[in-house]
């Protein structure tokens, strides 16, 4: 599942009010959108288009209190570190321990490398 911040907000730039519709329709296709705006601005090289869009997605405050579970391994038990295959277990107060063993030594690791 892909993160996505509960809101959003994005500005784009258009040069004629045509396009900056097509922006507002094309945004309109996201269930999400909360807001939208065009606003008309001018500087010393012409008229253009400013277009702000607010996203707010609703996540229930259940799911965003919880603590992801790890449906394969009870709290308390081993697992598998998904960068190294290193086995180690967390406690309650939040120390690591490493299984004996899978502990590398920063010297051993540079003799490997030269």
Do not use: W
């Not at 519709?21 to 909360?34: F, G, P």
């Not at 807001?35 to 008309?40: A, L, N, Q, R």
């Not at 253009?48 to 603590?67: C, G, H, N, W």
């Amino acid at each position: 599942m892909s993160k996505v911040q509960l809101n959003q907000k994005e500005q784009h730039y258009a040069d004629t009010r045509e396009e900056a519709e097509e922006i507002i329709s094309a945004a309109k296709e996201n269930d999400n959108l909360q807001m939208h705006k065009i606003t008309e601005k001018y500087n010393k090289y012409g008229q253009y288009f400013l277009i702000d869009l607010t996203y707010a997605y609703q996540t229930p405050k259940e799911v965003m209190e919880s603590r992801p579970k790890d449906d394969n391994v009870p709290e308390g038990q081993m697992s598998i570190d998904d960068h190294n295959g290193i086995e180690y277990s967390v406690d309650g107060q939040g120390n690591v321990e490493v299984s004996d063993g899978q502990q590398s030594n920063d010297e051993d690791d540079e003799k490997e490398v030269h």
